[in-house]
């Protein structure tokens, strides 16, 4: 990952939340701004609440993207579908039914077209891989025996929440899927990696230690730390498919375990900049970034630069010794300046909203992921601009 710098933007938050011609011209628009990477969230089919990170399917992609959902499948394109997705496709299919089938189809075609019209214009995608499924899913009704029960996820009380995160979602078996040699594993990589050029997998320090909660707690404070699987399932992962294209999401309670897992197994880490100013010795401040990270003005589980801005007392302000005057670009300016081989943004920062497009509050199951850009909000000027600092940066193409 040679220093670079990219876009955060669901596909969910394009104007239409479709792969259809405003997704193309998001693409242009990024490479214009001498962007390199276009970091989307999860692309399965979300939940009730349309979180991505609650899918209904470990692998089936969201039929709710398609920009030509009626359009025609052959019969060639089920079959050459089928063989390539031979493993989890049948699970999705008595979950879903068996018409789901020329949706996963419409999915491919439109998904391979939009990163042919990127890979041409040297923009690559990042993608996102959730650690957990949703209860109930496609994947945890087929493989009941690779779930624990009695016992969900979450984590403990931390900078988003007092009470912790009562996530719900059910938690490994991993001595049952240690006996599978981690098949389910392997393949759960094996398509995110066609899917995407790189893949953040979320939540990484749940492979060191899990945050274990009884089930029916009302939240998540009173759960434990359970050991994880540690290295096994990407070293079983990379005898089949070579080394692994990943980033490691080491936010949260990281302990030197999950620093030494990450580095074992050579994934770039997370730094995060809102986090930064708490504490001077932050390893989130950028003149404390190594190269192998990737670093952001925020996720989409920050609040908008702007209104991070407006949270701070005035200390806190001052301690950033940023002006505040546009606290989007004096962030993208700060972390694009950082020794991390790649700098990301929310597009949020780039066009200067509050929290009002913020996507997500972690601890607040309802009112997340609504947020949409406006059809042609970033602008030739917002692209020139950004386009300045990446070659300022020494960051562009």
Same mark, same amino acid.
């Given at each position: 990952?040679?220093?670079?710098?990219?876009? !955060?933007?669901?596909?969910?938050?394009?104007?239409?939340?479709? %792969?259809?011609?405003?997704?193309?011209?998001?693409?242009?628009?990024?490479?214009?701004?001498?962007q390199?990477?276009?970091?989307?969230?999860p692309?399965?089919?979300p939940?009730?609440?349309?979180?991505p &990170?609650?899918?209904?399917?470990?692998?089936?992609?969201?039929?709710? &993207? !398609?920009?030509e959902?009626? =359009?025609?499948?052959?019969?060639?394109?089920?079959?050459?579908?089928r063989?390539?997705?031979?493993?989890? !496709?049948? *699970?999705w299919?008595? &979950?879903?039914?068996?018409?789901? #089938?020329?949706?996963?189809?419409?999915?491919?075609?439109?998904?391979?077209? %939009? /990163? /042919?019209?990127?890979?041409?214009?040297?923009?690559?995608?990042? $993608?996102?891989?959730?650690?957990?499924i =949703?209860?109930?899913?496609?994947?945890?009704? @087929?493989?009941?025996? !690779?779930?624990?029960?009695?016992?969900?996820? $979450?984590?403990?009380?931390?900078?988003?929440?007092?009470?912790?995160?009562?996530w719900?979602?059910? %938690?490994?078996?991993?001595?049952?899927?240690? /006996?599978t040699?981690?098949?389910?594993?392997?393949?759960? %990589?094996? /398509?995110?990696?066609?899917l &995407?050029?790189v893949?953040?997998?979320?939540?990484?320090?749940?492979?060191?230690?899990y945050?274990?909660?009884?089930?029916?707690?009302?939240?998540?404070?009173? $759960?434990?730390?359970?050991?994880?699987? +540690?290295?096994?399932?990407?070293?079983?992962?990379?005898?089949?498919?070579?080394?692994?294209?990943?980033?490691?999401? *080491?936010?949260?309670?990281?302990?030197?375990?999950?620093?030494?897992?990450?580095?074992a197994?050579?994934?770039p880490?997370?730094?995060?900049?809102?986090f930064?100013? +708490?504490?001077?010795?932050?390893?989130?401040?950028?003149?404390?970034?190594?190269?192998?990270?990737? @670093?952001?003005? +925020?996720?989409?589980?920050?609040?908008?630069?702007?209104?991070?801005?407006?949270?701070? *007392?005035?200390?806190?302000?001052?301690?950033?010794?940023?002006?505040?005057?546009?606290?989007?670009?004096? #962030?993208?300016e700060?972390?694009?300046?950082?020794?991390?081989?790649?700098?990301?943004?929310?597009?949020?920062?780039?066009?200067?909203?509050?929290? @009002?497009?913020?996507?997500?509050?972690?601890?607040?199951?309802? $009112?997340?992921?609504?947020?949409?850009?406006?059809?042609?909000?970033?602008? @030739?000027?917002?692209?020139?601009?950004?386009?300045?600092i990446?070659?300022? =940066?020494r960051?562009?193409?």
């Amino acid at each position: 990952m040679r220093r670079s710098s990219g876009i !955060l933007l669901p596909v969910a938050s394009l104007p239409g939340g479709r %792969l259809d011609r405003e997704a193309h011209r998001f693409v242009e628009r990024l490479a214009k701004a001498r962007q390199s990477w276009w970091q989307v969230l999860p692309l399965n089919p979300p939940d009730a609440l349309g979180s991505p &990170y609650s899918a209904l399917s470990a692998f089936a992609a969201h039929p709710g &993207y !398609l920009a030509e959902p009626t =359009a025609r499948v052959t019969a060639h394109e089920r079959r050459v579908f089928r063989e390539r997705n031979a493993y989890w !496709l049948p *699970d999705w299919l008595r &979950y879903a039914g068996q018409d789901a #089938l020329d949706d996963q189809v419409r999915f491919d075609r439109e998904w391979r077209a %939009l /990163r /042919r019209h990127a890979t041409a214009r040297g923009v690559r995608i990042m $993608g996102d891989m959730p650690i957990f499924i =949703a209860a109930g899913s496609a994947d945890h009704l @087929a493989h009941p025996e !690779l779930f624990q029960r009695g016992a969900v996820a $979450g984590v403990p009380p931390d900078y988003f929440s007092r009470t912790g995160q009562l996530w719900g979602n059910p %938690l490994y078996d991993w001595s049952a899927l240690r /006996r599978t040699g981690y098949r389910w594993w392997i393949e759960r %990589l094996r /398509r995110a990696l066609a899917l &995407y050029d790189v893949v953040r997998v979320d939540h990484f320090r749940g492979f060191v230690a899990y945050w274990s909660v009884r089930a029916g707690a009302r939240d998540a404070r009173r $759960g434990r730390w359970r050991r994880g699987p +540690g290295a096994a399932p990407f070293r079983a992962a990379e005898r089949e498919l070579g080394r692994l294209a990943v980033v490691a999401e *080491d936010l949260g309670v990281i302990t030197p375990a999950v620093q030494r897992l990450r580095d074992a197994l050579g994934f770039p880490g997370m730094r995060v900049a809102q986090f930064a100013y +708490g504490d001077a010795r932050s390893p989130h401040r950028v003149e404390r970034h190594p190269r192998d990270v990737v @670093a952001y003005t +925020g996720t989409h589980d920050n609040d908008t630069a702007l209104g991070w801005w407006r949270s701070l *007392d005035r200390p806190t302000r001052e301690r950033t010794g940023l002006p505040g005057r546009e606290p989007g670009w004096e #962030l993208i300016e700060l972390v694009w300046s950082s020794r991390a081989d790649v700098a990301i943004a929310p597009l949020q920062d780039v066009l200067g909203l509050g929290t @009002a497009a913020r996507v997500n509050r972690p601890g607040r199951a309802r $009112g997340n992921w609504r947020w949409r850009m406006r059809a042609g909000s970033f602008t @030739a000027a917002h692209a020139r601009r950004l386009a300045a600092i990446t070659e300022r =940066a020494r960051r562009a193409p």
